[in-house]
């Protein structure tokens, strides 16, 4: 049949007549239709995603929708980063080999922090505040205060060149002041409203920053920043955990929060579990180095990480140490699940309320004399068998549940043969001794004969002078280093089967 006979003409047909047709639509223009309408459809969809910003951790959500607001928020991320690359890739187009560069910080998507997946987001401190793309200055009047001559002559006083000079300063307001397109224009200002304008400038900026300040404060603080969120969530939507309830602590280098354990492959989930969130906020992180630093069994590692990564090291660690601990069949809680920064451990408590802490756990004399002793031999425990010092021991990270004590906190515990790992030691055994002497328990331990009985090490007590002590601690932490320097072993101090046995404080390299 001709191609002809499809076409819309009304034809004479020996059937009767034929219903006119649809207009003519060539193949091509079909397809590019029901692509515009795709494409249409799409644009709304897209358009009706839910806001980012809203709480991820509402699990009342309908479960088809909460995968594409994750899907969406992946993309979104996704697309924020590489226009930060471009961004970045112009910076430096922008400023080449200059000696005085201009940032455009303040035009980035994602925030620094957020993104530096890799090394090279270094946070950049410059002043951010000049604009790369600033217009001209405007020309100024002569020092001399006028221009022109006789009749013609214009004073800095000239109500227009004021006017024109006010319009001009306005492209010193922050960044963020919207000026409109008033700058490219002949606009006049006069003194009055450009003071008043300043004024306001000022006042916004300062409005601004206060609420900046503490939008930063509440996520930072909360470490509950958006990638944060999204790493929980996921966690709920796994089933991994039911709920996640509230917040237990906020202290200066975690969040804990208490939640509802679902179901894991393979391992059971307890009914209520913690999550330790590591605050992915540098700054307290910075005094800790040293703990990690020259941890013989994060050193290598240690160097070559950017700072997320070195945060995602200390949930390792506190993995890792209570991993052993565990083994030691010590009272700790249980790791369930490590996931970059956050740890998912089991809940020390009941039904939602956590065990007090031993500072105020309110206790008998007898359940404090017990409590001594439990600490002593889990002390012993954690040196002798799981070969490590805790390093920030107190009554502030023991809680008392079920008539015991148990043990948390343990992302800064290190090996006993770390360089400062003895003093470490000794300053967990005072405050034990200390804690426990001040609530009356006339067993305790003095701190130096706590020390000796943890180590199994025989620092001489008698003159009980602490420099005295302390010197020769560090003497035998000084004594170790060499050793293992020179032989790549360590000499002191645990006496499990695999390590070598303790070196007396006086005893021959
Ligand atoms: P930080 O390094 O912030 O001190 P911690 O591990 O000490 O972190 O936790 C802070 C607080 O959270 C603890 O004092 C304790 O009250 C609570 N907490 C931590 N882990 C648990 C847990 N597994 N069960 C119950 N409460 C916990
Ligand atoms: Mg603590």
Redesign the pocket.
């Known amino acids: 049949m001709d191609q002809a006979g499809v076409t819309a003409q009304t034809t004479k047909s020996p059937w009767g007549s034929v219903a006119p047709a649809a207009p003519t639509c060539s193949l091509t223009e079909v397809m590019s239709e029901q692509l515009a309408k795709q494409l249409d459809e799409e644009d709304s969809a897209f358009r009706t995603l839910p806001d980012p910003g809203v709480d991820l951790l509402l699990s009342d959500d309908a479960p088809d929708t909460t995968s594409d607001l994750m899907l969406a928020q992946m993309l979104q991320m996704q697309y924020d980063r590489e226009f930060d690359d471009q961004l970045r890739r112009e910076e430096k187009k922008f400023n080449g080999d200059s000696k005085v560069s201009i940032s455009f910080e303040n035009y980035r998507m994602v925030h620094p922090y957020e993104g530096s997946d890799s090394s090279e987001d270094e946070v950049d401190w410059q002043d951010t505040r000049d604009d790369p793309y600033r217009a001209e200055k405007p020309q100024t009047t002569p020092r001399r205060g006028f221009s022109g001559k006789g009749k013609n002559i214009t004073t800095k006083h000239d109500e227009v060149t004021c006017g024109r000079k006010n319009t001009a300063r306005m492209d010193n307001f922050a960044p963020e002041v919207l000026v409109g397109d008033g700058l490219g224009m002949d606009l006049k200002l006069s003194n009055q409203v450009f003071n008043s304008l300043k004024q306001h400038c000022y006042s916004e900026q300062r409005r601004s920053a206060k609420l900046h300040e503490k939008k930063e404060h509440s996520t930072a603080e909360q470490a509950v920043d958006p990638r944060t969120r999204l790493l929980m969530y996921k966690m709920v939507s796994a089933g991994v955990l039911e709920n996640i309830n509230g917040c ?9 929060f ?1 939640a509802d354990g679902g179901s894991l492959e393979e391992q059971p989930v307890p009914d209520e ?2 999550l ?1 969130v590591f605050k992915t906020t540098l700054n307290e992180f910075k005094n800790r180095d040293r703990y990690i630093k020259d941890d013989y069994r994060f050193k290598e590692r240690f160097s070559k990480l950017n700072p997320r990564k070195i945060i995602r090291l200390w949930a390792e660690k ?1 993995m890792h140490n209570l991993t052993r601990m565990k083994k030691a069949e010590i009272p ?2 249980e790791v369930v699940l490590l996931k970059k920064h956050i740890l998912v ?5 009941k039904d939602h309320v ?4 031993l500072k105020d756990a309110m206790l008998g004399s007898e359940d404090l004399k017990n409590a001594f002793y439990q600490v002593l031999h889990m002390m012993q425990q954690l040196y002798q068998e799981c070969n490590l010092v805790h390093a ?1 021991l107190s009554e ?2 023991m ?1 008392w ?1 079920e008539g015991k004590v ?1 043990l ?5 515990s290190i090996e006993p043969t770390h360089p400062h790992g003895l003093e470490f030691l000794f300053r967990d055994c005072r405050n034990v001794s200390t804690f426990f002497q001040k609530r009356g328990v006339s067993e305790a331990l003095s701190v130096y004969d706590l020390f000796n009985t943890v180590s199994g090490l025989n620092i001489p007590v008698g003159v009980e002078d602490e420099a005295e002590f302390m010197a020769e601690i560090v003497a035998l932490e000084k004594r170790n280093e060499d050793h293992v320097q020179k032989r790549g072993k360590k000499t002191f101090p645990v006496a499990s089967e695999d390590a070598d046995p303790p070196l007396k404080p006086d005893a021959d390299d």
Request: with cysteine; glycine share 6%.
């Open positions: 237990i602590s906020t202290g200066k280098e975690s969040v804990v208490h579990v913690v330790k506190e700790c809680p451990m089991s809940f020390i408590g956590p065990a007090p802490k920030d502030y990270n809680l549940h148990w948390i906190d343990v992302s800064q």
